[in-house]
Each structure stands twice: as C-alpha cells, then as structure tokens.
C-alpha cells in the first residue's frame, strides 16, 4: 500500500508519514557507527570505519578520513550514513562557517551552524522532488556562549542538543548501553575510555584500529586555542584493547 | 555639517560619545534638538553622519538585522560583530549604489569592555580610543590627541568633551547651536548632558 507513496519525496503518506525520509534514516541505520559524548571539559566522537582493506591507499588524502571532519576551528562532525552525501552536507557547513566569519569576524555559535545545515536539510523533504540526505551527523564544538557542545541530525532536518547520543549501526543499543553507564560530570579522561568500551560493546566484532577513528575537542583556556586531535593507530590502541579484553570478560561471564 | 566625537574610557569601562543636535536642509535649520546617537540595543549606540535619506535608512537596516539576529538566536551579537556586519553592508553597497553615511559604533559588552569603531562611506572601519567625523572633529581631535589619558573617569571625560564643544563654537564658522552627549557602560545608555 505504501508503496504508492514512495516515489515523490515531498508528499505525505495517508498515515502522515514521509517516506523517503524514512527510508534515509534506515539507509543510516546499516551504515558505520558514530558515537559521541559531552564532557566538562571536551567532546569525544568515535566511529566505526566500514571501508577496511589492507589495499586502501591510506596516505591519499581523499580516503584518509571516512568519518571525521573538521568543520571550523572550533566545531567538529562525525558522519553516518552515505558518504557522498555527507561531504556535500560537510562542505555546506564549512562554507556557512566561513560566511558566518567574514560578516561578523567572529566564530559561528556551534548551534546556528548545525541550524543552517539542517535547514538545508528540511529543504530536500519539503520541494524540489529530490531525495533527502542519507545522512545523520554529530556535532561537537565549543563556543564562548554555551561552551563545549554536542548536537545530532538527521535526514529531516530535526536536531537536538545531547548529553551523549549515537547514530549509524547499532545505535539503538549503542543508546541503552550510554543510557546506564553515562553519568552527568565526566571528564575527557573518563569519557574517552567509556565511548570505546560502549562502541566495543554494542558491536559484534570486536575493535581493530582500522575500524576505528577516534576524534576530541578541547580548549586551552589559557591560550584561547582549540584543539581537534584524531588519534593514531599507536595511540588507539591501548584504548581499544581495555575495551576488547572487558568485552570477552562480560562475554565469559554470561 | 554633521559634527560628532566619541572617547573610550578604557580603565573605567564606558564610552563617552557626543554629536551635533542638528537637522539641516540646504541653509536652514528644521531641528535644533535631533538625536543622531540612535540606539542598536541597550548597549550600543550609532552616531551617524552624512546624506539625509541614507544615514536613517543604512542605521534603521542594521538595527532590523540586530534584532532579527537576537530574536533568531536568542543571543545578542557583540559590538566587534556588529562593527563588522555594518562595514560588510557598506562594502558590498559600495561598487553598486553606496551609502553616503559616517558612523561611529559605540558599545559595551560584559567580556571585552567598551569599544568605538569608526566607519566611513568607503567601508573603512577602525577601531579607535577616540573617533570622530565632521568639520568640527578637525579641531577637537587634536585636542583629545592631547588630552585623552585610558584612565579618564567619566567626569573628566564629560569636561573634554564640552572643552570639545567650546573648540568648535569659537573656531567653526557654521558651528552647530546645540548638542547632545551619552555615555555607555554596564548599565546601558543614558544621556548625561544636552547643550545648551
């Protein structure tokens, strides 16, 4: 039945549903994971890589980075879902980011460029008759308004502010997992190795540092500088290997 | 012709600006008491200068788009933002149909203090400890070269400016009869003296 009210992206369902943004959120749903987390003093982002061969050539810049992007100096995403997508939607935020600078001289609040992407966004459901985004995006930032920040999209347009919140593959019991173990007031050096173990334990396999990318925001206050750190395979991981051996520990134990 | 100076009181934290009380067509004075410092929002004033139609109309613009912006992002934009925006504006106006208007942006802010921006039609903008436009600044500059101190309060600077004002009746053939001066600082703007 619904079928008939799949193939034009800009009109309701009898039921009041729009479909093809639907069907984007589920294409999001088979794609990599992204996990991110708000602490006191950062946000941590991680993610699950989907393209993993040992022929990738890693030095190329175009596939160095799947999930990571650096958005302005002081705002940061994390992308799931259809990679094409996401680096037209990635361009557009650093554009906006940019315009933003050049008219007022002054960094872009972290909420009013999530806003204007999602308004692009919210465009692709409503006219025009092409398809919506394949993408949901975390955003994490830091202004001197609210400080360090952590918001999701997704393909409708709707976005939200977050605690910690996850997307992609498994986010569903990525989500219940951050439910019970996340607690309010977590420093960047309790929060980094708990986005690990969630992200270890909400998926199947267990974490290789080709799989994983690993991304912080943080501030020196003192300096005034921000600082969007990607961690390397060496520094990856003894992380990712606390969180494998206490996988197999509660995998022994059921 | 529009005369108006503006001072920051840098230890002190406020803004001291004065303009002309003016409204002038070809030879004849229309208005001795016009208030040319309009306000943005409570913490930053204009003092514009220049062509009748463009001044009002180029200030009106860029208080409707600070409002919008508040309203928008329930935030308010810093006076370095909106030095910025406004001198973008006169940019972007400038190779089509220009503004022919002066200003000077006078405003507090919670984390940086006071600042005084000072703009001409050609979208040039500086930021300035003292800033002023009009025959009448020519004089009083110089003075307030020699008198302007960062740690003025906002009694000696009131007496600068009115020595400002004293310069410009003596030497100015047209000089304007009447005055207004305001002050801003954490608690808003007020006026603190008209002249006469």
């Known amino acids: ?8 992206t800009t009109i309701f369902s009898p039921e ?20 991110g987390i708000l602490a006191t003093d950062g946000v941590v982002l991680i993610a699950e890589k989907k393209i993993t ?13 799947e999930k990571m992007y650096k958005l302005d100096d002081h705002v940061a995403c994390a992308v799931a879902g259809m990679t094409a997508d996401a680096n037209i939607l990635i361009n557009n935020c650093r554009l906006s980011a940019q315009r933003y600078y050049f008219a007022y001289q002054e960094p872009i609040p972290v909420e009013q460029l999530v806003r204007s992407v999602c308004d692009t966004k919210q465009a692709y459901t409503q006219f025009g008759g092409q398809r919506p985004f394949g993408v949901s995006i975390l955003y994490a930032g830091w202004d001197e308004h609210h400080g360090f920040q952590l918001y999701q999209s997704d393909p409708s347009g709707n976005f939200g502010g977050w605690k910690a919140v996850a997307i992609g593959g498994s986010h569903q019991a990525a989500q219940n997992i951050l439910k019970t173990e996340f607690k309010e007031g977590l420093s960047m050096a309790e929060a980094i190795p708990l986005i690990v173990k969630v992200l270890a334990k909400s998926m199947d396999t267990s974490l290789t540092s080709d799989k994983v990318e690993l991304a912080t925001v943080t501030r020196d206050a003192e300096a005034g500088k921000m600082d969007f750190k990607i961690y390397e395979a060496a520094e990856l991981k003894p992380l990712l290997d606390v969180a494998n051996a206490a996988k197999e520990a509660d995998a022994a134990a059921c | 012709m529009d005369y108006y100076i503006g001072l920051v009181g840098k230890k002190n934290r406020f803004v001291m ?27 930053k004033v204009f003092c514009i200068s220049g062509e009748a139609g463009d001044r009002v109309n180029f200030t009106e613009f860029v208080i409707a788009n600070t409002k919008l912006y508040a309203l928008r992002n329930e935030s308010t934009l810093s006076t370095k933002a909106v030095a910025n925006f406004t001198r973008g504006e006169l940019a972007t106006a400038l190779r089509s149909s220009p503004y022919h208007c002066n200003l000077l942006l006078a405003g507090y802010d919670e984390s940086t203090g006071p600042s005084l921006y000072w703009m001409d039609y050609l979208a040039t903008l500086n930021k300035v400890n003292v800033g002023g ?13 020699k008198l302007w101190r960062p740690d003025l309060t906002e009694a000696e600077a009131l007496d600068l400016m009115l020595q400002g004002i004293d310069e410009v009746k003596r030497r100015l053939v047209v000089a304007p009869a009447s005055f207004i001066i305001k ?14």
């Open chain 2, 17 to 43: 600006v004065c303009c002309d009380a003016q409204a002038v067509h070809s030879v004849i004075r229309i208005k001795s008491d016009e208030d040319k410092i309009v306000p943005i929002d409570s913490h």
């Open chain 2, 133 to 145: 436009t009009g025959y009448g600044s020519y004089f009083v500059l110089s003075l307030f070269d």
């Open chain 1, 1 to 8: 039945m619904s079928r008939r009210y799949d193939s034009r």
């Open chain 1, 16 to 35: 009041g549903r729009l479909y093809q943004v639907e069907y984007a959120m589920e294409a999001i749903s088979n794609a990599g994971a992204a996990i």
């Open chain 2, 183 to 196: 002050v801003i600082d954490k608690d808003g703007t007020r006026v603190v003296k008209t002249v006469p």
């Open chain 1, 53 to 65: 061969s040992k022929l990738l050539d890693t030095n190329a810049v175009g596939v160095r980075r």
